[in-house]
């Protein structure tokens, strides 16, 4: 709807317009700043104060809360920067081909090799409480991108796949902004599975 918007309906356009100039003026710190929100703040206060653990604690604590939002923030500016140098090596065309190569260098090469086991790896740190003994000894153990990365990657495609072709059918400087909107969704999906669905690790060992 906000790209149909974007191309088809003047006040959406307009709207969208406005958005784009001040993406210009602010350069990456509108990036920064925006997916640090979408990806770790309001994710973060979702999980704190609406989500209890069997003890009745809060799914994430406020230093928990502090690590995601850096982790994120720091990730608008890797993104901003993946989606400049995507248009200055591919375009910035809205034809069909344009768009597939964009989705399928992002979606096959970003994001396996980069995005997804980065992201992995910030969770399954934040999660286990800043336990960087643990995190060191699973990291270093076999097997760790199939189970910590794999099941993130396969979730991140049924994601992605569709929602970056959207993203790239719009002008470059407003891709963060519609990236942001799907982030403050998809990143409770990636707390659920690194919680629920993923072993907790203690000095490198699962623990039963």
């Known amino acids: 709807m906000v ?49 209890r653990d069997n003890s009745g604690n809060p799914r ?9 939002t850096a982790f994120w923030s720091y990730k608008g500016l890797e993104v901003d920067l993946w989606y400049r140098a995507q248009a200055h090596f591919f375009g910035t065309g809205h034809d069909v ?55 993130i990657l396969i979730s991140n495609i049924g994601v992605w796949v569709p929602a970056v072709a959207i993203i790239y059918a719009l002008p470059t400087p407003l891709q963060v902004p519609l990236q942001n909107i799907i982030l403050c969704f998809y990143t409770l999906v990636v707390a659920h599975q690194m919680r629920t669905d993923i072993p907790a690790v203690h000095g490198g060992a699962q623990a039963p």
Do not use: N
């Open 60 to 68: 994430y604590r406020w230093g928990q809360g502090l690590g995601l």
């Open 97 to 151: 081909a344009t768009i597939a190569t964009k989705v399928v260098v992002d979606q096959f090469g970003y994001c396996p090799v980069l995005a997804v086991p980065l992201t992995a790896a910030a969770y399954q740190l934040v999660d286990s409480g800043y336990d960087w003994a643990g995190f060191a000894g699973d990291v270093r153990s076999p097997h760790w991108y199939l189970r910590r990365v794999l099941p």
């Open 3 to 51: 790209v149909m918007g974007y191309y088809f309906v003047p006040s959406v356009h307009e709207a969208l317009t406005r958005l784009l100039e001040v993406r210009q003026k602010s350069g990456f710190a509108f990036a920064i700043l925006s997916t640090g929100i979408c990806g770790g703040v309001l994710p973060f206060l979702y999980l704190h104060f609406g989500r």
